[in-house]
Nanobody, 127 residues
Framework: VPLAESGGGLVPAGGSLRLSCAASGLPFTNYVMAWFRQAPGKEREFVAAVNWSGISTYYADSVKGRFTISRDNAKSTVYLQMNSLKAEDTAIYYC?????????????????????WGQGTQVTVSS
């Protein structure tokens, strides 16, 4: 599995957490990187995506203004900084990679567009 997430845990509501996803064996800059999450009994949900350079980002409305996605191409790692966490942010968070795309972000929320997935890291926000 070329993607490995870390950084999950238990945090109180209003707190912060930073997730990391390290890629191995991939030409990292050829891939758009994204975070998804899945809560119990719910479908996998798009959270955020970042283009190859890190300049362009895209967020789900539910996390806009609270979460920040970034990447370090020298380390082949993508990050998700999560602030002002809420109980409804509780989920397993997955890192995903999609081979380079043209155009805008309309495709990004579709899980079927991604080529690789990590195994996930649990984030639990206590209320």
């Amino acid at each position: 599995v070329p993607l490995a997430e870390s950084g999950g845990g238990l945090v109180p509501a209003g707190g912060s957490l930073r997730l990391s996803c390290a890629a191995s064996g991939l030409p990292f800059t050829n891939y758009v990187m994204a975070w998804f999450r899945q809560a119990p009994g719910k479908e996998r949900e798009f959270v955020a995506a970042v283009n190859w350079s890190g300049i362009s980002t895209y967020y789900a409305d539910s996390v806009k203004g609270r979460f920040t996605i970034s990447r370090d191409n020298a380390k082949s790692t993508v990050y998700l900084q999560m602030n002002s966490l809420k109980a409804e942010d509780t989920a397993i968070y997955y890192c995903a990679a999609a081979f380079w795309r043209h155009g805008g972000w309309g495709w990004a929320p579709d899980p079927d567009e991604y080529d690789y997935w990590g195994q996930g890291t649990q984030v639990t926000v206590s209320s």
